[in-house]
């Protein structure tokens, strides 16, 4: 539901789809022609990978490109590779980009299936990266660091979107056992599942704690869980991770569990559909399929300058073509009509302070972004906190001066980020020299 005040001087508030809300039954869509797979590397030279153009793969088949790296996509298909080459993602992320050209009959791979009775935390981290609801192995495998908690948010974390609460919803029991095999693979004991506005009754079963949070937004963003249920302030810059503390979603700890149980890596994805007019659509995909086969599918036309959303109202992202393919990741997709576009403008601002009151980390918003404006990214951050920012979008949703704000400060972080890393990097290199 979203409302928004009639009085100006009121705060916007906007509620997180709820479990009491009646959710529809996904709608399966058909497995596409061609698939395409994002894997997270580099393509460097295309006769040094492991997969090559041609090569034959069936569904839950581990691809992997380079040995030495571990980066790796898990076939959502039965098929033939057509096409490796390299793909930008958002703010220069970088992948290859494997299309599969899907064959009539379907063969399961058996790699999984001869480990999946003894799960261990190898087993985990080699073949869960892909699948549906993205688990972070990173951190939940992390030797260096390991995490003392897991929590799980039940809702999802951006507006309109019915994902992992549909698994909370219709599939508890694959939930239930894939909190087991995070207690039986990463010994973590402490296991809580977060949930909207939810009463607390109904779950005793779970082998996880309860615990409910507020159902306006942002307060699914992490960092605010973090306050409600452990009492503890992320520090700015940092994770919950950075306090031992590993977020999952709902739908990656059901597909754990899925898969556990079957013996089958999950390759379809869950998905809400905000369409032109705002209604919503569940529907279940194959890993990999265009974004324009779903549009087929609903019938939506796209004309010239409409938008593609990846994500929620306040914090997707856009994306430029339809052929963008579903990830494991990808929660919802919205479509914008042109008309409906709200535009942002070079105005400057007016200080009428509305994203100060509403902004949850209690930054100087309209200072901060003066900064920003100027590319005075460091200042921004010692001045201003920009690394206390939530990433939730309200004070862009907010603005009267239509400033573009939380793609400044979105740009600003990816900026600061990329700093750090190069001078990491020569920092190594110049150690290096020095031995
Ligand atoms: S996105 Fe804007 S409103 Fe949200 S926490 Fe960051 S600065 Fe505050
Ligand atoms: S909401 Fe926009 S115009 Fe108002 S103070 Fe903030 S940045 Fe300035």
Known sequence: MMTRSFFGFSKPCFEYELLTDTLPVPEEIATPATVTLLLPEALE???????????KVKTGQKLVLHEESGAC????????????TPFIGDFSKIFTAIAIDVD???????QFKDLYQEPTLETLKNFFSFVPGAPPLKALCDSANPPKSIIIYGGDTDLLISTNL?????????????????????GIENIILAMPGESLQGYGHLGASVKNVSAVYPFGSPNLIM??????????????????????????????????????????????LVDKTGKQKLMSVRIGTPLKEIFNHYNINLN??????????????????????????????????????SHTSDYPCINCGDCIRICPAKIQVSMLVRLLEA?????????????????????????VAKIPVFQYIRLAKYELAKAALEEAENQEQEEETNE
């Open 304 to 341: 010239d300058r409409d938008r593609l959303i990846i994500g929620g109202p306040m914090t997707g992202s856009a994306v430029y073509s339809e052929d963008f393919p579903v990830q494991p990741d990808t929660d919802a997709v919205m479509v914008q009509d042109a008309a409906d576009i």
């Open 166 to 186: 549909y698994y909370v919803k219709a599939d508890i029991n694959a939930i239930k056992a894939g909190i087991k095999i995070l207690k039986q693979t990463t």
């Open 375 to 399: 590319e005075l990214y460091e200042e921004a951050a010692d001045e201003y906190d920009l690394m206390s920012c939530i990433d939730c979008g309200l004070c862009s949703y907010v603005c």
């Open 227 to 272: 306050q409600k249920i452990l009492k503890q302030v992320v520090p700015a810059g940092k994770d919950p991770m950075d306090l031992g503390i590993c977020f999952i979603r709902a739908e990656a700890v059901a597909a754990i569990g899925n898969a556990f149980t079957n013996g089958c890596l999950p390759v379809n994805k869950i998905l809400t």
């Open 73 to 84: 996509v898990i076939s959502s298909v039965t098929g033939t590779i057509s096409s490796i």
């Open 104 to 110: 009539q009959e379907e063969i399961i791979d058996q």
């Open 45 to 55: 030279k295309l006769d040094s990978g492991l997969i090559k153009i041609g090569d």
